[in-house]
């Protein structure tokens, strides 16, 4: 039986409005939030990322997961393993790292030989939400985040981040508060 909660959770995911950041773009109907039955042996609370779907799942019960799509690190920047989120920022701020900058001078040039640190926005790469992924209570400076770039989602392209739909991510900020456990398998 679905609880009241479920269904009304379940029913505002499905009404998020569809991204209108890239002309003729539509996110292919599988990466939409949705929920989904899920596996029992994770507690409420907990966030699993399954990299060859392209998928994130929030467990929002025992047996019920919301499932959304995400886009997530290119060939050798793929990350995988246990985190904490250990903070959460609204319409975040955002420099690359310097290994970014030495990787792709082209598009991060701005960047080089300064402090520079984007402002918060809708032109920010990390869009509308961050989720900041820790272990051994440190910042891996990788995270869960919005995107401008909605074509990412289903694909391997990032930087090592996990790229969500920017309605997507603030539906899951609101539900994974600092401290839960995110595995990435």
């Given at each position: 039986m679905i609880s009241r909660r479920t269904f009304v959770a379940a029913a505002a995911a499905a009404a998020l409005?569809?991204?209108?950041?890239?002309?003729?773009?539509?996110?292919?109907?599988?990466?939409r939030p949705q929920q989904v039955t899920f596996s029992k042996s994770y507690a409420p609370g907990q966030v699993?990322?399954?990299?060859?779907?392209?998928?994130?799942?929030?467990?929002?019960?025992p047996g019920v997961a919301m499932r959304y799509g995400v886009g997530l690190g290119k060939a050798g920047q793929e990350i995988s393993g246990?985190?904490?989120i250990g903070s959460r920022k609204e319409w975040p701020t955002w420099r690359p790292t310097d290994a970014m900058i030495e990787r792709d001078p082209q598009a991060y040039g701005k960047f080089k030989d300064n402090d520079y640190v984007q402002p918060g926005g809708p032109d920010n790469p990390l869009g509308?939400?961050?989720?900041?992924?820790?272990?051994?209570?440190?910042?891996?400076?990788?995270?869960?985040?919005?995107?401008t770039s909605p074509s990412s989602i289903g694909h391997s392209v990032s930087n090592?981040?996990?790229?969500?739909?920017?309605?997507?991510?603030?539906d899951l900020y609101q539900r994974v508060p600092d401290g839960a456990v995110v595995t990435v398998l």
């Open positions: 409005p569809l991204p209108a950041l890239a002309q003729g773009f539509e996110l292919a109907p599988r990466y699993l990322i399954v990299p060859k779907a392209h998928f994130l799942y929030y467990v929002s019960e246990s985190y904490v509308a939400r961050a989720l900041y992924l820790y272990r051994d209570g440190r910042y891996t400076f990788n995270a869960i985040h919005g995107t090592g981040c996990v790229r969500m739909i920017n309605e997507h991510v603030q």
